[in-house]
């Protein structure tokens, strides 16, 4: 629930619901809540992130007066961000680093229970931040209490990183660095222009068969050309 307070010296309060690509110019705001901005099939696209970091940096950041926007704003204005990380490039690190935003991450298993280490000067603590150097040095180990019981048991939870653990630790645990994988690293591969013509062309499937469809591998396509 959202309430607003009429004054006969202000501006008559009011709200405006929109997406990313919404008609905000020109408008001004005391308060942006900013709903899962990304999906997963952008954060896929570099050109897509940085669409929207151009968006938010050099059009929704400018709603506020300009003496109140972050990361030096005032008790007038506020932004409130909440999002699921599908990737490592998505808007977090535009909003940690270059705005200055306190960032809370709130896994589904582990948040209560969570043991927080700096790796600057090996201080730990249970559930809190060990120290006042930056954050970004934190290493968290998390444990398996659930975050929120009575909507989702531990068990339940469970279930659903047994079912699907790629989409459980995104989605339910905030976790991106699953995307990095386990055999071929992306920070591997060099990309460049294709050339206008190739001599072969070859193409490998790998069908992922088996009899348990919905925990059986995806299937991988690899296309080589020289």
């Not at 591969?189 to 072969?200: T, V």
Request: aromatic fraction near 10%; glycine fraction near 8%; charge should be negative.
């Amino acid at each position: 629930e959202m309430f607003f307070t009429a004054t006969p010296q202000g501006a008559n309060p009011g709200l405006m619901a929109m997406g990313m690509d919404g008609p905000i110019l020109g408008k001004r705001f005391d308060e942006i809540i900013l709903d899962d901005p990304s999906t997963w099939a952008q954060v896929r696209s570099d050109g897509i992130m940085e669409d929207q970091r151009s968006k938010l940096m050099n059009t929704i950041i400018q709603r506020f007066p300009a003496s109140s926007r972050p990361p030096h704003g005032d008790a007038r204005t506020r932004m409130l961000v909440l999002m699921t990380r599908f990737g490592e490039r998505d808007l977090l690190p535009t909003f940690r680093d270059d705005l200055g935003f306190r960032v809370v991450h709130m896994p589904a298993l582990g948040y209560w229970d969570r043991i927080v280490k700096c790796s600057s000067c090996g201080q730990s603590a249970q559930g809190s931040d060990p120290c006042d150097h930056d954050p970004r040095n934190f290493e968290t180990e998390f444990g398996e209490m659930a975050l929120w019981p009575a909507a989702q048991s531990r068990a339940e939870l469970e279930a659903m990183r047994e079912h699907d653990e790629l989409i459980f630790q995104l989605v339910y645990q905030g976790d991106p660095s699953v995307l990095s994988g386990d055999i071929f690293s992306g920070d591997w591969f060099q990309r460049a222009e294709l050339p206008g013509r190739f001599d072969r062309v070859l193409m490998a499937v790998d069908t992922a068969g088996g009899k348990d469809r919905r925990k059986g591998d995806y299937i991988a396509i690899v296309t080589l050309a020289f």
